[in-house]
């Protein structure tokens, strides 16, 4: 099967401007997952939707980060203004449900922002 | 809160040898834990779960040891090769799903 696929793969942007990334999981997975990832430390989950909806989004900035998956199929995850502690790569991830996480999730590649 | 870390930032191995990196968890009502490899540029891969009823889980070269007693996990590699090197984290799976990492281990592989 196809993996969970993320754009852009590198960007480079000045602080206070916008950037978005894109993500589109394994066809059929309902649940998808935006998680960060500072250089050196774990993956830490942003949001998460269940098709269409946020089941969770309490570590998620919401004064400058924003996602959405209106389709409860791909989603965009987006920053607005950009600040220099954004720098991190972006993991998308996803499974069939929510409680269906044996063998943990299925991630991209991520998305290296760098702010500058 | 819900935290699981590892106890060392860095592990340097002979190939060949086994290697073993450690992981502690402070929710003690966690029930399934999941290892995972991230090579340079890439997302985390998956390399062998273990639910709480369970001591200890074989796999291909690979172990994992649950000790719920002092909420301790540790994977083992067996014959570490160069193509072992990469970040190791453990995770374990908290409400609604969601996966909690811990720091991670790079291990490197000297030929």
């Known amino acids: 099967e196809a993996g969970v696929a993320q754009s852009p793969r590198y960007k480079i942007i000045e602080k206070r401007q916008s950037v978005a990334f894109w993500c589109n999981p394994i066809?059929?997975?309902?649940?998808l997952y935006w998680y960060q990832q500072i250089l050196g430390q774990g993956p830490k989950l942003l949001i998460q939707f269940q098709n269409n909806g946020v089941v969770d989004d309490s570590q998620l900035p919401k004064d400058r980060f924003s996602a959405e998956r209106l389709k409860g199929v791909d989603s965009t995850l987006k920053i607005q203004p950009a600040k220099l502690e954004d720098s991190a790569v972006y993991l998308c991830?996803?499974?069939?449900?929510?409680?269906?996480?044996?063998?943990?999730?299925?991630f991209g590649s991520g998305t290296r922002l760098t702010v500058v | 809160g819900e935290n699981v870390g590892l106890h060392l930032p860095t592990l340097s191995v002979q190939e060949g040898d086994n290697s073993i990196i450690n992981c502690a968890y402070s929710n003690s009502a966690s029930d399934y834990f999941i290892w995972y490899k991230q090579e340079s540029g890439k997302g985390p891969q998956f390399i062998i779960d273990i639910r709480s009823n369970m001591d200890k889980r074989q796999g291909q070269r690979v172990t994992v040891l649950l000790n719920k007693t002092v909420k301790h996990l540790s994977l083992q590699i067996a014959a570490t090769q160069p193509g072992d090197s990469a970040v190791y984290f453990c995770a374990e799976r908290g409400w609604g799903g969601k996966l909690i990492f811990g720091q991670g281990t790079e291990l490197s592989v000297k030929p």
């Open positions: 991830a996803s499974s069939l449900g929510p409680t269906e996480t044996d063998r943990g999730y299925t």
């Open positions: 066809s059929g997975h309902a649940t």
